[in-house]
């Protein structure tokens, strides 16, 4: 049974940055896209707004392009979101996902996931 485990949230001033981390995790090896999704603006459903291939390739959302870096570390077993110039509007809870179908597709959405993490909450003011 896959377990993902976020991190790294909290409350953080407009221009602030944060880290998440999700892991350790057995995903972050072998073929799995990996991801980090948060609520779609004005609905109840998640989009991702970065993942990485297996391979190392990255795609994210235009939202956070430029701001947002996502990374792992398979030593560790960790996938990690880098998230600076942090703005009110990327408050939200912020969801690690394992096993996203479609890796190069540009576009993600709550069915392409095979697992989910909690969720850790991120307060931008």
């Known amino acids: 049974d896959v377990q993902l485990v976020e991190s790294g949230g909290g409350s953080v001033q407009a221009g602030g940055s944060l880290r998440l981390s999700c892991g350790p995790t057995g995903l972050t090896s072998g073929t799995y896209c990996m991801g980090w999704f948060r609520r779609t603006p004005g609905k109840a459903a998640r989009e991702g707004i970065a993942v990485m291939d297996s391979d190392g390739t990255t795609r994210y959302a235009e939202s956070v392009k430029g701001r947002f870096t996502i990374s792992k570390d398979v030593a560790k077993s960790t996938l990690y979101l880098q998230m600076n110039s942090l703005k009110p509007e990327d408050t939200d809870m912020y969801y690690c996902?394992?096993?996203?179908?479609?890796?190069?597709?540009?576009?993600?959405?709550?069915?392409?996931?095979?697992?989910w993490g909690q969720g850790t909450q991120v307060t931008v003011s």
């Open positions: 996902a394992g096993d996203v179908i479609d890796c190069g597709g540009g576009h993600y959405t709550e069915a392409f996931v095979g697992f």
